[in-house]
Nanobody
Framework: QVQVVESGGGLVQPGGSLRLSCEVS????????MGWFRQAPGQEREFVAAIPRNVDTTYYGDSVKGRFTMSRDNAKNAVYLRMNNLRPEDTAVYYCNVHEVWVSIDYWGQGTQVTVSS
Protein backbone atom coordinates (compact mmCIF):
# COMPACT_ATOMS: atom_id res chain seq x y z
CA GLN A 1 0.00 0.00 0.00
CA VAL A 2 1.32 3.41 -0.99
CA GLN A 3 0.93 6.31 1.41
CA VAL A 4 1.82 9.91 0.63
CA VAL A 5 1.56 12.35 3.54
CA GLU A 6 2.17 16.10 3.26
CA SER A 7 2.73 18.41 6.20
CA GLY A 8 4.05 21.86 7.02
CA GLY A 9 1.34 24.11 5.61
CA GLY A 10 -0.13 27.02 7.49
CA LEU A 11 -0.80 30.74 7.56
CA VAL A 12 2.12 33.04 6.74
CA GLN A 13 2.48 36.73 5.98
CA PRO A 14 3.58 37.95 2.55
CA GLY A 15 7.35 37.72 2.28
CA GLY A 16 7.50 34.86 4.76
CA SER A 17 8.70 31.29 4.37
CA LEU A 18 7.41 27.77 4.86
CA ARG A 19 8.85 24.30 4.41
CA LEU A 20 6.54 21.54 3.25
CA SER A 21 7.36 17.89 3.82
CA CYS A 22 6.15 14.81 1.97
CA GLU A 23 6.74 11.41 3.53
CA VAL A 24 6.21 8.34 1.37
CA SER A 25 5.75 4.70 2.27
CA UNK A 26 5.35 1.81 -0.12
CA UNK A 27 7.43 3.39 -2.89
CA UNK A 28 10.96 4.77 -3.06
CA UNK A 29 11.33 8.51 -3.66
CA UNK A 30 14.68 7.88 -5.36
CA UNK A 31 13.26 5.40 -7.88
CA UNK A 32 10.26 7.45 -8.90
CA UNK A 33 9.69 10.93 -10.21
CA MET A 34 8.55 13.19 -7.39
CA GLY A 35 6.59 16.40 -7.74
CA TRP A 36 4.72 19.18 -5.99
CA PHE A 37 1.52 20.62 -7.38
CA ARG A 38 -0.94 23.17 -6.02
CA GLN A 39 -4.56 24.03 -6.51
CA ALA A 40 -6.28 27.26 -5.57
CA PRO A 41 -10.07 27.51 -5.23
CA GLY A 42 -11.77 27.58 -8.61
CA GLN A 43 -8.52 26.91 -10.47
CA GLU A 44 -6.90 23.91 -12.10
CA ARG A 45 -4.09 22.01 -10.42
CA GLU A 46 -0.78 23.72 -11.23
CA PHE A 47 2.72 22.28 -11.51
CA VAL A 48 5.11 23.66 -8.89
CA ALA A 49 8.29 21.56 -8.89
CA ALA A 50 9.64 18.11 -9.74
CA ILE A 51 12.68 15.87 -9.37
CA PRO A 52 13.07 13.00 -11.87
CA ARG A 53 13.96 9.50 -10.73
CA ASN A 54 17.60 8.75 -9.86
CA VAL A 55 18.92 12.24 -10.62
CA ASP A 56 19.21 15.45 -8.64
CA THR A 57 17.99 17.83 -11.32
CA THR A 58 14.98 19.90 -10.29
CA TYR A 59 12.38 21.65 -12.40
CA TYR A 60 10.12 24.54 -11.38
CA GLY A 61 7.03 26.27 -12.60
CA ASP A 62 7.63 29.78 -13.88
CA SER A 63 5.66 31.38 -11.06
CA VAL A 64 7.90 29.92 -8.34
CA LYS A 65 11.36 29.95 -9.94
CA GLY A 66 13.93 31.62 -7.72
CA ARG A 67 11.67 31.44 -4.65
CA PHE A 68 10.94 27.74 -4.11
CA THR A 69 13.44 24.90 -3.72
CA MET A 70 12.59 21.21 -3.89
CA SER A 71 14.85 18.62 -2.31
CA ARG A 72 14.88 14.88 -1.68
CA ASP A 73 16.16 12.84 1.26
CA ASN A 74 16.54 9.22 0.16
CA ALA A 75 17.40 8.02 3.67
CA LYS A 76 14.12 9.39 5.03
CA ASN A 77 12.20 8.53 1.84
CA ALA A 78 10.85 12.05 1.76
CA VAL A 79 10.83 15.19 -0.35
CA TYR A 80 10.58 18.79 0.73
CA LEU A 81 9.54 22.14 -0.68
CA ARG A 82 11.17 25.22 0.77
CA MET A 83 9.09 28.28 -0.09
CA ASN A 84 10.58 31.75 0.36
CA ASN A 85 9.27 35.23 -0.33
CA LEU A 86 5.70 33.94 -0.33
CA ARG A 87 3.00 35.94 -2.06
CA PRO A 88 -0.78 35.98 -1.65
CA GLU A 89 -1.08 34.26 -5.04
CA ASP A 90 0.81 31.28 -3.61
CA THR A 91 -2.25 30.51 -1.48
CA ALA A 92 -3.43 27.01 -2.40
CA VAL A 93 -3.61 23.41 -1.30
CA TYR A 94 -0.22 21.85 -2.03
CA TYR A 95 -0.08 18.21 -3.11
CA CYS A 96 2.83 15.79 -3.29
CA ASN A 97 2.95 13.40 -6.24
CA VAL A 98 4.74 10.10 -6.79
CA HIS A 99 4.91 9.18 -10.47
CA GLU A 100 5.85 5.64 -11.45
CA VAL A 101 7.29 6.30 -14.89
CA TRP A 102 7.24 2.78 -16.39
CA VAL A 103 3.58 2.10 -15.61
CA SER A 104 2.42 5.72 -15.63
CA ILE A 105 0.72 5.51 -12.24
CA ASP A 106 0.37 8.50 -9.94
CA TYR A 107 -0.04 8.55 -6.19
CA TRP A 108 -1.22 11.68 -4.38
CA GLY A 109 -1.32 12.86 -0.82
CA GLN A 110 -4.27 14.53 0.83
CA GLY A 111 -2.73 17.98 0.48
CA THR A 112 -1.67 20.68 2.90
CA GLN A 113 -3.15 24.17 2.95
CA VAL A 114 -0.86 27.17 2.51
CA THR A 115 -2.38 30.59 3.08
CA VAL A 116 -0.41 33.77 2.49
CA SER A 117 -2.15 36.76 3.98
CA SER A 118 -1.49 39.77 6.18
Amino acid sequence: QVQVVESGGGLVQPGGSLRLSCEVSGRSVSSNAMGWFRQAPGQEREFVAAIPRNVDTTYYGDSVKGRFTMSRDNAKNAVYLRMNNLRPEDTAVYYCNVHEVWVSIDYWGQGTQVTVSS
